[in-house]
């Protein structure tokens, strides 16, 4: 799973993968915490290096107190960032696609044309849609 996390402008390409572990700008790292209670205090073990921080959920980001300094941090995955970026800038997805079987000898002829469709999500905040169409 990936997520795109954002501080001070700056964004961080964060992968927790089973077999590889957690990267970070596909930077392979060694990273183990404790959560102390019920606070927001962790425990962070990051390299062989150790921090302390207190953590604080919000409804839209983290707040991130590291030796004096708060951080504001925003966390997406990855598809949920994406989508976002289209929409922030304009971009649709319009187009045509086309769809072949292996066998061409039992491919059969379809054709196919959606228009004005809502997006996958369902309609945006916007009234953004999408088209689609397929053809062969």
């Not at 590291?66 to 187009?95: C, F, K, P």
Request: proline letters at 4%; charged letters at 25%.
């Amino acid at each position: 799973m990936k997520y795109i996390a954002t501080v001070k402008d700056r964004e961080y390409t964060i992968e927790i993968d089973p077999d590889r572990g957690i990267l970070i700008d596909d930077v392979p790292q060694e990273i183990d915490f404790q959560r102390l209670g019920q606070s927001g205090f962790l425990s962070l073990l990051m390299n062989h290096r150790s921090v302390s921080a207190v953590v604080e959920e919000k409804n839209d980001h983290w707040d991130v107190l590291i030796q004096g300094e708060l951080y504001n941090v925003q966390v997406q995955d990855e598809r949920v960032y994406r989508l976002e970026r289209m929409r922030s800038t304009g971009a649709s997805v319009d187009g045509q696609a086309i769809a072949r079987s292996k066998d061409e000898a039992q491919a059969r002829p379809s054709r196919g044309y959606c228009s004005n469709m809502p997006s996958l999500c369902g309609h945006s905040p916007n009234g953004m849609t999408s088209n689609l169409a397929l053809s062969r």
